[in-house]
């Protein structure tokens, strides 16, 4: 098992390794340094049905009693509905401050029950057991929580670490190879944005170095929230692909999951960064082989005005401008700030022939 800490408003620690579901009540206990207690277990309809009953047992023989909240799997249930359930159930119960939270499920479940936590009596404490590679390498780090409004994805949300973040790898085996293949575009993307030996692992085998290389993502998502834990600097470097991505989610109505639309985001913003002459195109060949590799897709062949007619309802978007994340080399990327009417131009120079 390898452990990491994180050191943000709150310090914990990432635990990767195997067969840690089981063992979940005993190292939550460990790490909140509580024993007795409440704790609500909060998963969704898909997960609960192959893990809840593990995951009750490990809290209940570790002392404390254990209540549960589950909801229908999927985005639409990250909305203000869900949440307030899951808060009403927590006052019904009743918790109290001293109790926590225990995320069991992918980014939704940890997204919804990290808002809940952080705002259910001011704030009490939660975990994350993340169920899916993207949860484990991205969502369940970094303390962003959200619930989608009919008018966005992610519009109301709050900053709140976690106390303790499990990824029991054996949690992986249950997962449908699409979803596993968007974790994949996520790992990629911190190859790119600054680490060559996570690319060269990739470059060998992600099944042979699953440890390593879920635990060397992680370290490259806390390094750059240690440094800018509210996303006003540094950190916008985890958006590498993503203000296209975003794009080519909304034009596909959200048919195309995140991961692939990510994929295809850094693919295109590579390709504008050759063309535009600021960075070798050997890092596209490299980064394409890799995407061919994983099963990831390149494009969806939306046009560039519809792409940029999507990328400018995102949020990202700040005044003037937007703030795009460029490969300027091997492994190494940079933040540009480009004004919202050069946008057009950098998505049209990464398209492919087929428009
Ligand atoms: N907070 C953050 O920093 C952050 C970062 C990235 C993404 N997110 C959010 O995360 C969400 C996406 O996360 P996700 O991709 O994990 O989606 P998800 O939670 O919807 O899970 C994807 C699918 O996999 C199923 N599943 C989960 N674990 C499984 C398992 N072990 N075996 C079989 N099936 C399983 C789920 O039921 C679901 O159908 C989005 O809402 C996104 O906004 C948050
Ligand atoms: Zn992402």
Redesign the pocket.
Same mark, same amino acid.
């Given at each position: 098992m390898k452990r990491l800490t994180v050191h943000a408003s709150r310090e914990y620690d990432v635990l990767v390794g195997r067969d840690l579901l089981n063992r979940a009540g005993d190292l939550a206990r460990e790490a909140l340094k509580k024993s007795g207690g409440r704790v609500m277990l909060v998963s @969704?309809?898909?997960?609960a049905p192959?893990?809840l009953e593990r995951a009750t047992e490990s809290f209940s023989a570790a002392g404390f009693s254990v209540f549960t909240y589950v909801f229908e799997?999927? @985005?639409s249930s990250?909305n203000m509905n869900t949440l307030a359930g899951l808060l009403n159930r927590m006052a019904e119960v009743p918790m109290t401050r001293s109790d926590f939270v225990v995320a069991l /499920?992918?980014?939704?479940?940890?997204?919804l029950a990290?808002f809940a936590a952080s705002v259910y009596a001011r704030g009490i404490r939660f975990v994350q057991i993340?169920?899916? +590679? +993207?949860?484990m390498v991205?969502?369940?780090?970094?303390?962003?929580?959200?619930v989608?409004l009919p008018a966005g994805?992610?519009m109301a949300?709050t900053f709140w670490q976690p106390s303790l973040v499990i990824c029991d790898l054996d949690? +992986?085996?249950? +997962? %449908?190879g699409e979803?596993f293949r968007?974790?994949v575009a @996520?790992i990629i993307k911190y190859a790119f944005i600054g680490d060559r030996e996570l690319y060269d692992h990739l470059c060998q085998s992600l099944t042979d170095h699953l440890e390593w290389i879920v635990a060397r993502s992680v370290a490259d998502k806390r390094d750059l929230v240690e440094a800018d834990e509210r996303d006003t600097g540094a950190r916008q470097l985890l958006n590498l692909g993503h203000t296209i991505g975003h794009a080519v989610e909304r034009c596909s109505d959200f048919r195309i %999951?995140? /991961?692939d639309a990510v994929a295809i985001g850094m693919h295109r913003i590579t390709s504008a960064a050759v063309k535009k002459g600021r960075c070798d195109r050997n890092v596209l060949v490299c980064l394409d082989a890799l995407l061919d590799r994983y099963g990831l897709p390149k494009s969806a062949g939306f046009d560039a005005d519809s792409l940029t007619q999507a990328a400018l309802g995102d949020k990202k978007r700040q005044g003037d401008s937007i703030t795009l994340v460029l490969p300027c080399g091997m492994c190494k990327s940079e933040r540009m700030a480009v004004p919202v009417g050069e946008l057009r131009d950098w998505i049209a120079a990464g398209g492919d022939a087929e428009e």
């Open positions: @969704e309809d898909r997960v192959l893990y799997a999927g @985005e990250k /499920g992918g980014g939704v479940v940890g997204d990290g993340p169920t899916t +590679l +993207l949860a991205d969502a369940s780090v970094g303390g962003k929580t959200a989608d994805k992610n949300g949690l +992986l085996d249950t +997962l %449908p979803t968007c974790g @996520e %999951p995140h /991961g």
